[in-house]
């Protein structure tokens, strides 16, 4: 038996009451075993998909599957299949990490023999919290825990909405390390996040949305490789008096009296030619340092078209 993708999104429409239509004619597909990211600024209707998959908010057209099972005809099987950490933490206050867990893996219907409680507080790093009130954790510790509550049915994929919006830098590097973990596991990990850096760092694959229509979906080495716009910084021997404007540069930009940011098109024109163009201006150039083109720059080039 082959196994076809773990998510599957197909056409995928939502307007709220009120009229705002959150998702338009949304389709791709999450393959499985990968680290997925689904990129797109504050509104582009990331939770609203991430919802539709958890049957906390209604479709209003099209279909969704996951692990094969249709969220419609077979909801019991897809909501088995995923396990979802929202973007919100929210608790009972007054119960235990362990109690959490247990209550969740209850509703699930895991059998007390084969329920994990103590293995996933491990894998979360809350073993000593085990019996501390969940009112008691840090912001860190709730959204580990809120991780752990996604695993207690053993879903083959996780789903974590926003996991980094707002923490620091320490547990924003934990997190990654889970996610790499759990997909290193064999879990497929879908994360959605508006933080290009962490998408470029952490996806096997990305897809865009923007305005709730889907604009890219890529492998993300292919996405990143897309940018045509290319920087050098030029360290001159002078203070160029009249900026070098040219109409082969997409941006020239004065960083310092003796250094220049030039942005061009690398289809049109080579980091030579920019050079050549500057010289030819009477400006020597003391030294060059030229910077990869990331995902910053499609992300921007791609919601920046039409
Ligand atoms: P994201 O998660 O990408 O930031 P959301 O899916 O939360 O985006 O929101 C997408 C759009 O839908 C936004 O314009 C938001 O204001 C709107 N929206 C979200 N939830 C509701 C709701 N319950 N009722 C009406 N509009 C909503
Ligand atoms: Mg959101």
Redesign the pocket.
């Given at each position: 038996m082959t196994i076809g993708p773990a998510i599957s999104i197909r056409n995928l429409a939502k307007t709220y009451a009120g009229g705002k239509r959150a998702l338009d004619d949304v389709s791709f597909d999450v393959p499985a075993g990968q680290i997925f990211g689904l990129l797109g600024p504050n509104g582009a209707g990331?939770?609203t998909l991430i919802n539709i998959l958890a049957g906390l908010v209604n479709k209003t057209s099209g279909s969704a599957s996951i692990w094969g099972f249709d969220i419609d005809a077979d909801p019991r099987n897809a909501k088995r299949s995923i396990g979802i950490v929202p973007?919100e933490i929210v608790f009972d206050p007054f119960f235990t990490p362990a109690e959490v867990l247990e209550i969740q893996a209850g509703y699930y219907g895991v059998p007390k023999a084969a329920r994990r409680t103590l293995e996933l507080l491990a894998a979360v790093h809350l073993s000593d919290k085990a019996n501390a009130y969940s009112r008691t954790l840090s912001g860190g510790m709730k959204r580990r825990l809120l991780i752990a509550k996604a695993l207690v049915h053993t879903p083959p994929v996780i789903v974590l909405?926003?996991p980094t919006a707002g923490v620091d830098v320490e547990l924003r590097r934990q997190l990654w390390e889970l996610v790499g973990q759990l997909n290193a596991d064999g879990v497929t990990v879908v994360l959605?996040t508006h933080y290009l850096e962490e998408a470029e760092e952490l996806c096997d694959r990305i897809a865009i949305i923007n305005h709730g229509k889907l604009i890219a979906d890529k492998p993300t080495k292919e996405l990143v490789g897309m940018a045509r716009e290319k920087v050098v910084v030029l360290t001159l021997d002078k203070d160029p008096a009249a900026m070098p404007s040219q109409a082969a540069f997409q941006k020239c930009v004065k960083l310092d009296d003796h250094t220049l940011e030039i942005t061009y098109d690398r289809d049109r024109i080579n980091a030579g030619e920019v050079m050549a163009l500057v010289q030819a201006q009477g400006l020597g150039i003391v030294d060059v340092t030229t910077r990869e083109p990331d995902l910053e720059d499609v992300f921007v080039s791609l919601t920046t078209e039409g």
């Open positions: 990331k939770s973007q909405d926003e959605t």
